[in-house]
């Protein structure tokens, strides 16, 4: 049983480029959630889906887009890369309970 | 969604019980209160959730006031591997369940 697994590890992106974060679970649940963690900071929301369909801005959406076509898949955009947005991106999937897993974790640098 | 207050930071000695405070003044009714505590740079992971009774697992107790406006976190034998940032968090009820967001939290540092 995988949980959250995210994709890629580590990524260097020049200014201006784009990209997209993976995130996939394999447990059913229907809440994924992506958060970023600068250093030395707790982490903040970026998107939320509480269903396969719906998805939300948290607190820091801007400069990202998320999808949410399947319950297991829910993917993090980065259209225009700025160095602003060089941080750790951590994926979590939860379900009614209320306990959220969490993926290991995607260190992004933006050069 | 209800804001949480949490000291920066804690020591506790090992094997001794670690109580970490969490106040939330302005929680709802429906609104619940949860713990996730971070270590290293590993993801978040979940401890304990409740909504107004007391409760306890595997890994810790959580207490909440009658006017449940704070609560505090028990690890009752904390060990050096305790060491982490741990997270209050109030989760809204209703249509407001989805979103989860984390604050600074406090860094707990068990010492031998």
């Known amino acids: 049983n995988a949980g959250v697994t995210q994709t890629p590890k580590f990524r260097i992106l020049k200014i201006g480029q784009s990209m997209t974060l993976q995130c996939t679970q394999d447990?059913?649940?229907?809440?994924m959630y992506w958060y970023r963690q600068d250093p030395g900071m707790g982490l903040k929301l970026i998107y939320y889906?509480?269903?396969?369909?719906?998805?939300d801005k948290g607190e820091v959406p801007n400069g990202y887009n998320v999808s949410r076509s399947t319950t297991e898949d829910f993917p993090l955009r980065l259209e225009l890369a700025a160095p602003s947005q060089t941080s750790v991106y951590f994926c979590?999937?939860?379900?009614?309970?209320?306990?959220?897993?969490f993926g290991e974790g995607s260190r992004l640098t933006v050069l | 969604d209800a804001k949480t207050t949490q000291p920066p930071s804690m020591d506790c000695a090992e094997g001794r019980a670690a109580n970490l405070p969490c106040n939330h003044s302005?929680?709802?009714?429906?609104?619940?209160v949860y713990w996730y505590r971070q270590i290293h740079s590993q993801g978040p992971q979940y401890i304990i959730h409740g909504l107004k009774n007391n409760e306890t697992n595997e890994m810790a107790s959580l207490i909440i006031t009658e006017d449940r406006k704070s609560s505090t976190l028990i690890l009752p034998h904390a060990t050096l591997r305790d060491t982490a940032v741990y997270y209050c968090i109030v989760r809204g009820g209703g249509t407001s369940y989805g979103k989860l967001t984390f604050g600074q939290g406090t860094i707990l540092t068990v010492h031998p």
């Open positions: 889906s509480v269903g396969a369909g719906i998805t």
């Open positions: 302005t929680i709802s009714g429906n609104e619940y």
């Open positions: 979590a999937a939860g379900g009614t309970g209320g306990e959220l897993f």
């Open positions: 447990m059913n649940h229907n809440y």
